[in-house]
């Protein structure tokens, strides 16, 4: 078993739509979550960040944590065809400056 | 702010060639560097560590006699791939530790694609 699995794609949406990505995990120890949009050949940028189980928000964007249940998710809101990428899941053990175990990745396409 | 460069961004180069890629923290000094690599349709892959002034920790699995780190200063990390085979090819990502705790990310780099003939 990985230590992170992601929900396999590819994901195909139209514009306006809400998009959920998911993550789940094997490894309690995993505190620090994370999530990253990849452009095609470009490096991760840092959409998302959470420490605790819980919601947080930022824009059309909520990350969720459930800690009991070890799993993730990433809602985008309102898509637009610039959020097509790649959605890549983090996560870490001891800080989000630290070493990161990634998910698989799922590439989603906004369909204008 | 936090801009991390790479340089090349492609590479192609022949079978048993040595090749090396350069990773800057343009305007942080960053004392951790990490090195990822991606196959195509994976995910990143930790594979070593880099500190400054000190040798690199590297995942199981990677060979560390094959791939070279070297941090020799706070903004500069470099990663030598030698006697490259095509097995080599794939991209490789570097990030930085902006030195601000744990609740501060890591900073990537656009990448190298490295292909080997």
């Known amino acids: 078993q990985k230590e992170v699995e992601q929900d396999p794609g590819p994901l195909s949406v139209p514009e306006g739509a809400i998009v959920s990505l998911n993550c789940t995990y094997s490894?309690?120890?995993?505190?620090?979550f994370m999530w990253y949009r990849q452009y095609s050949r470009k490096g991760p940028e840092l959409l998302m960040y959470?420490?605790?189980?819980g919601n947080k928000e930022d824009g059309r964007f909520t990350a969720q944590v459930d800690k009991s249940s070890k799993y993730i998710s990433l809602f985008i809101r309102d898509s637009q065809p610039s959020d097509s990428a790649t959605y890549l899941c983090a996560m870490s053990f001891t800080g989000a400056n630290s070493k990161l175990t990634f998910g698989k990745g799922i590439t989603l396409s906004v369909r204008p | 702010g936090a801009v991390v460069s790479q340089h090349p961004s492609w590479v192609i180069c022949k079978s048993g060639t040595s090749v090396k890629i350069e990773c800057r923290s343009l305007d942080f000094q960053a004392t951790t560097m990490f090195w990822y690599r991606q196959f195509p349709k994976q995910s990143l892959m930790l594979m070593a560590t880099s500190n400054e002034g000190s040798k690199a920790t590297y995942e199981q699995g990677v060979e560390k006699d094959k791939f070279l780190i070297n941090h020799a200063s706070l903004t500069l990390s470099t990663l030598t791939v030698t006697s490259a085979h095509p097995e080599d090819s794939s991209f490789y990502i570097c990030?930085?530790?902006?030195?601000?705790?744990?609740?501060?990310?890591?900073?990537f780099g656009d990448g190298t694609r490295l292909s080997i003939l």
């Open positions: 490894n309690s120890a995993f505190q620090y």
């Open positions: 990030s930085a530790d902006p030195g601000q705790g744990i609740g501060q990310p890591q900073h």
């Open positions: 959470t420490y605790s189980s």
